[in-house]
């Protein structure tokens, strides 16, 4: 099952100050269980405003998006990077506001990866876990120990769509 199109949904921090409008559809919705982002959600899940960032089956379920569908329409001074270390190539993006962790975004890729809560009970669905290898969840969702082949599809597909302006 492909996420549904989301011509303009929004994405919010739990106080409301921090928006962000994220236009077309998501390439797809992927709980990860890597060990980076079990510690960053072990982490994170302190802040006041985090809630659960984990599953039942211990995966930080994402949308993720092309970055060039992702504005952000209110409060970019309130938002502030969460690194697991100075060199770490991927950033957390954490609302100061009211502390809501809003997205993940690796750097040296094209997407932001949302966390799913943020889109509200209009989020698309998640389509399968990724890097199960040392967590090995048991629910109805295709698990793989690294990145399968359909996931690695997609996002090229959504580099090409960048590249050729669709």
């Known amino acids: ?13 739990q106080c409301g100050a921090v928006e962000f409008r994220v236009s077309g559809p998501p390439i797809l919705g992927a709980a990860c269980h890597c060990s980076d982002c079990r510690a960053a959600a072990a982490q994170l899940e302190g802040l006041k405003g985090a809630g659960d960032l984990c599953d039942a089956e211990g995966g930080t379920p994402c949308i993720l998006f092309r970055k060039d569908q992702v504005v952000c329409v209110k409060g970019q001074d309130q938002l502030r990077d969460h690194r697991l270390s100075p060199e770490a190539p991927t950033r957390r993006v ?14 040296k890729g094209h997407w ?11 989020a698309p669905p998640l389509q399968m876990r990724i890097k199960t290898g040392a967590t090995r ?12 082949a359909r996931f690695m599809f997609k996002l090229m597909a959504a580099r090409l769509a960048m590249m050729i302006g669709r």
């Open 112 to 122: 932001f990866s949302v966390y799913r809560a943020r889109l509200g009970p209009e």
């Open 137 to 148: 969840p048991a629910g109805p969702l295709p698990s793989f120990a690294g990145y399968p």
């Open 94 to 107: 954490i609302a100061t506001c009211c502390d809501t962790p809003m997205f993940l975004d690796f750097e």
């Open 1 to 13: 099952m492909s996420p549904k199109p989301n011509p303009d949904a929004r994405l919010r921090c």
